[in-house]
């Protein structure tokens, strides 16, 4: 249980709260779990965790131990690094389920066998979509992988392309936080 005011409403649903994980590389002496990645901003004093250079996906698991529980509330601030194409097409049709890379961004999953909770996608540029179905953007058409349902968001760091017309080769969005309201 929490105690603390600021997670005993969290959701704005009265706790008790229990929290699983905590990941705030703002806070001094903040490090990345096992398995992520620590890159930074040192202009901007802008610290993060990302996934693993040498691999498509790094995983950390959170255990809850044996509590039981009804609901799960959380935040996810992320930022973006270079092009990202969301929930993009794949070559390979194995890639649509919950344990490949379906995402450029994370997935939030909980229990064995692992279920959906939250992906939150990350696309290219708010004006081009990046193969994610968001309302600014009806002329892409892409398909959500059907565990994800309706319990995605989907956002982009930057505004326009880049006007060489290369997604990839963007530096990290340190200025526009994703997933951030």
């Given at each position: 249980e929490c105690s603390n005011r600021s997670i005993s409403t969290l959701c704005g649903v009265r706790g008790p709260w229990r929290r699983v994980a905590h990941i705030n590389m703002s806070e001094e002496g903040a490090v990345c779990p096992p398995g992520l990645r620590e890159a930074s901003n040192?202009?901007?004093?802008?610290?993060?965790?990302?996934?693993?250079?040498?691999?498509?996906?790094?995983s950390v698991d959170f255990p809850t131990g044996m509590s039981s529980y009804t609901q799960i509330c959380g935040i996810v601030r992320g930022y973006?690094?270079?092009?990202?194409?969301?929930f993009g097409p794949s070559t390979n049709p194995n890639l649509a389920n919950l344990d490949s890379p379906y995402v450029d961004g994370i997935s939030i999953t909980r229990g064995s066998p692992r279920q959906h909770v939250w992906t939150y996608a990350a696309r290219s540029t708010e004006s081009r979509g990046g193969f994610c179905p968001c309302a600014n953007n009806p002329n892409v058409r892409t398909e959500v992988p059907d565990f994800v349902g309706d319990?995605?968001?989907?956002?982009?760091?930057?505004?326009n392309p880049l006007s060489d017309g290369r997604p990839y080769s963007r530096p990290t969005s340190w200025r526009d936080p994703l997933w951030d309201g």
């Open positions: 040192e202009t901007l004093g802008i610290k993060a965790c990302g996934r693993s250079v040498d691999r498509q996906c790094s973006q690094d270079g092009g990202n194409n969301a319990d995605y968001y989907c956002e982009s760091g930057f505004v």
